[in-house]
């Protein structure tokens, strides 16, 4: 396989995806001003994309190398590029759930599919955790753009306005591109395939036998507070500065995007620092970095007052000090994908992610929901403070996943000494 066009393959349509799925925030913040929604009924959107991510990949993951890795990311691009057509066609926030469902369901199949192809491409487990990094550091990168892109298209002057769904013209467009790119790129995907003997359902038994392996079931908790806490803040962020800090919903957008800037630089940059140290400390400094943001910044949001001259200039002190927990958060999510993947065979890589993807799409959605219920019924400030709960548990978390690692024997040896022991 030619690696760096594949490569650059994978992290163009994780850029793609990260800008959809990241939407969130944006388009609840959009749907609140153009339809009267609560906030509690538009913290849906998050369960419509996420909860098909977590079904789609309890039922499709173990056998997907079946299907065919490349088959799948062309299918999700396909469901995409219609979705985002609709919104500006069928403007509504019934649109806007068939739109959030539609993504959720092809980042199921996207991100199985990238996951293990990486393992296809990697030639070893500090080149494995390289690339993991780099990738998810252009998923932030996604992230980062779809804050000022859908910026753009937002009316500050005029919330009601519905300017903003030209964006989806753009998102189109750069989706049928990437269809493109994908469809001319040669995949050879025979490593990953799935012993000839099993069926399709054995092969769904073994994703579930995989789960009850303590390993495995530490790391997969783990992985589900971590997104709930990422997950909390960068969808009701833009609430936030919206409605607790004052700022004009374009500007309360892209003041997220430091949020997002940061969690882009924290993972193109983690590769360099845990190839030097164990990641362990690091994860831990992380999580007590976090911690100490909360308590340092939301403190300072209490003395935010309306200003209709506000500007960049003239923002309060947390506008940009709050998001840089995204350096801390940065690190953690692929360093632990990463730990726990290079640790399988190849073959069970796309059932592992799988586990992961579902475990993942469950916090995002209870970070989301909950977040949203406590902005609405008590405050914005208590429900970012509501945060420093699931970082004290995934400190504690962290603990018993570095146990599980080296009781297994796991350490700094080989990866694939972990799984001979888990078997």
Sequence with gaps: MKSRRILFVLFLIYFVFAILLNSVGTVILQIINNYGVSKSAASVLEGFKDLPIAVVSFLVASFLPRLGYKRAMLTALAIVTC?????????GFLTAKLLFLAVGVSFALVKVSVYSTLGLVATSRRHHAGIMNTLEGFFMLGVLCAYWVFSWFIDSADPR??????????????????????????????LAALPAQRTPAQDFAAMLRLFFKPLVCIFVITAFLYVLIEQSVGTWLPTFNNEILHLPAAMSVQVTS????????????????????????????????????????????????????????SAPLATFLFPLIGLFMAPIYPGINSVMLSSLPQHQHSAMTGLLVIFSALGGTTGSLVTGYVFGAFSGHFAFYLTLVPITVV????????????????????????????N
């Design 83 to 91: 979705a985002c057509l609709a919104m500006p066609l069928v403007p």
């Design 161 to 190: 306005s519905h300017s903003w769904l030209n964006v989806y013209w753009l998102l189109a467009a750069l989706c049928a591109v990437t269809f493109v790119l994908l469809l001319t790129t040669t995949f050879d995907e025979h």
């Design 395 to 422: 400190l504690v978390m962290l603990y018993f996943f570095r146990r599980a690692v080296e009781g297994h024997g796991a350490g700094e040896a080989e990866p694939s000494a972990i799984i001979r022991n888990t």
């Design 258 to 313: 430091i949020f997002a800037a940061c969690l882009a630089i924290g993972r193109l940059s983690a590769g360099v620092v845990l190839r030097r140290m164990h990641w362990y400390p690091v994860m831990n400094a992380c999580l007590l970095g976090m911690g100490a943001v909360v308590l340092v910044a939301l403190p300072l949001t209490r003395d935010a007052v309306p200003d209709p001259d506000i500007t960049w200039a």
